[in-house]
């Protein structure tokens, strides 16, 4: 096992550009606790401030939402993600973690501050940066000492450039004008439902710097995590910004390349399984739950910066049509699921009821940010639908865009008497369904599952009319 992980650490080694390589050897750093501030309390920062508070740091959280601060304190999370409660509430009662809306003692009581704030798309497409400028003025006026920053929201590349130099133009004119820092780009990886495991999993670290001494602190931080086996990539900062982008549209290019031959496998009748196996066996490593059709791409970060590389793309004037043909991709497979409960209805959905099994994007989630549900409330509601929703996790979030549906208790509740039956999230609870039960209770069997989680046979053997990607009879 230690000559796999000295392997592994020379792969690393090699990862690093030529300027860095013999600036320092990841296997002689030293685990250091750091104290840590994190600015922005959402997904990223909530889920890094108990990741790093778990692997030894002292970790403070800091949001400008108080009602949220306050909820923090009193062990209630604002998002549902397995494994976070619990982490937070440990590292809360030992002291690890703790929660403020006071930038100024946050900064105070740290040496690495993390900007984890929402870079959400704005109206041209770009990435909206209002918060995190709010972040980095806060940061000038503030600061004082040296620190290392290390931005970790999903920013447009050239970003670590613009911080520095706001930093040094407003530090000047702040009360502690000595304040230093480093600037370190430092990108996340996570996937919401699996983002604490991902944190101290199969997330790879990326740290862009210009700076040895702050990279090597960074790597410090990040130690344990690297001596567990996750892979480190340490380059320059606009390398770094590029890879989170790069690492998004790719994945979203596969799972749209992946949703177009569904399609085109329903028309010609290919069984989609047999063709991800395909797939999977032109790359070694590519496992066939990362290449499975579904109802179109949503959360939060996908859709938001495959828009944003097209925006940056079209400012530096290098067209990017593969990414380009992702979006439209996208839209046009959310509306073609929707659009197979139109024909299993004759078209006309009209006063019939239809029953929408899952809102959340995808499973273990509570997140319905570009939700593929979207769509079909949309267009169901506005035909004069009656629309009945389940979801275990994420209806509250729904009820919030579409107060018009009806949200239902269970399952069961939600198909009774439907016209047609929609499913769009994968929960396993779905996957566990009685479909003889579920045939006795509908007005009309008409299913379009829109994750391929149910077996075509026990749909047809059950009566049902249905449509799904492409899955076949299970042969
Ligand atoms: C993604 C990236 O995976 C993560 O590394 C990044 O930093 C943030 O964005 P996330 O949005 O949480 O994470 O979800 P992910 O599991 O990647 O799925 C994104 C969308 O693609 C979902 O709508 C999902 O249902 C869909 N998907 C994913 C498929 O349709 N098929 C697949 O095989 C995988």
Redesign the pocket.
């Known amino acids: 096992m230690k000559y796999l992980k000295k392997i592994f650490y020379l792969i690393n080694i090699f990862c690093l550009p030529f300027h860095l390589l013999f600036s320092f050897d990841i296997l002689q750093v030293q685990f250091a606790q750091k104290r840590i501030a994190i600015i922005g309390t959402g997904y990223v920062g909530l889920i890094s401030g108990a990741g790093f508070a778990q692997i030894g740091h002292k970790v403070i959280c800091v949001d400008i939402d108080q009602e949220k601060i306050k909820n923090l304190k009193q062990g209630i999370m604002p998002i549902y993600e397995e494994g976070l409660k619990e982490l937070v509430q440990k590292h809360s009662n030992n002291g690890n973690l703790s929660f403020t809306t006071d930038i100024q003692k946050a900064l105070d009581q740290s040496d690495i501050i993390i900007i984890a704030v929402g870079t959400p798309v704005g109206n041209d497409g770009a990435a909206s940066m209002s918060a995190f400028r709010a972040v980095v003025s806060s940061l000038a006026q503030y600061m004082s000492g040296h620190k290392i920053i290390c931005i970790k929201s999903t920013v447009p590349v050239g970003t670590n450039k613009y911080t520095v130099s706001f930093l040094q133009k407003n530090i000047k004119k702040s009360v502690n004008k000595e304040a230093t820092f480093d600037i370190i780009s430092n990108p996340?990886?996570?996937?919401?439902?699996c983002a604490v495991k991902d944190f101290f999993g199969r997330n790879p670290i990326v740290v862009g710097g210009e700076s040895k001494k702050a990279l090597y602190e960074v790597c410090q931080m990040y130690k344990p995590l690297i001596d567990d086996g996750q892979p480190l990539i340490v380059t320059n900062p606009v390398t770094a910004e590029t890879i989170?982008y790069a690492?998004?549209t790719f994945?979203k290019v596969r799972?749209s390349y992946?949703?177009d031959m569904a399609r085109f496998c329903c028309a010609v009748g290919a069984d989609i399984n047999g063709i991800i196996k395909g797939i999977a066996l032109s790359d070694f490593h590519l496992p066939t739950?990362?290449?499975?059709?579904?109802p179109?791409?949503?959360?939060?970060?996908?859709p938001k910066d495959a828009l944003a590389l097209i925006n940056l793309s079209r400012k530096y004037g290098v067209p990017l049509p593969m990414v380009e043909a992702t979006v439209i991709a996208n839209k046009m497979h959310k509306n073609w699921i929707v659009d197979q409960v139109y024909e299993l209805l004759d078209n006309n959905v009209t006063g019939k009821n239809i029953a929408i099994l899952g809102v959340a994007?995808?499973a273990n989630t509570d997140d319905v940010r570009y939700s593929p549900a979207i769509e079909a409330l949309d267009r169901f509601l506005d035909d004069g639908a009656h629309v009945r929703v389940y979801d275990p996790r994420a209806m509250s979030n729904m009820a919030v865009l579409f107060p018009d549906a009806a949200y239902c208790d269970s399952l069961y509740d939600a198909i009774c008497d439907a016209d047609a039956i929609l499913l769009l999230t994968e929960w396993n609870e779905f996957k566990q369904v009685n479909l003889e039960q579920i045939a006795k209770l509908v007005r009309q069997k008409n299913i379009v599952d829109g994750r391929n989680i149910w077996d075509p046979d026990e749909l047809e053997r059950n009566g049902f009319a249905f449509r799904n990607l492409a899955r076949r009879s299970n042969i």
């Not at 179109?296 to 996908?302: A, L, Q, V």
């Open positions: 996340e990886f996570l996937r919401e439902g989170k690492w998004n994945l799972i992946v949703n739950e990362r290449i499975s059709p579904g179109g791409i949503g959360g939060s970060c996908f994007f995808k």
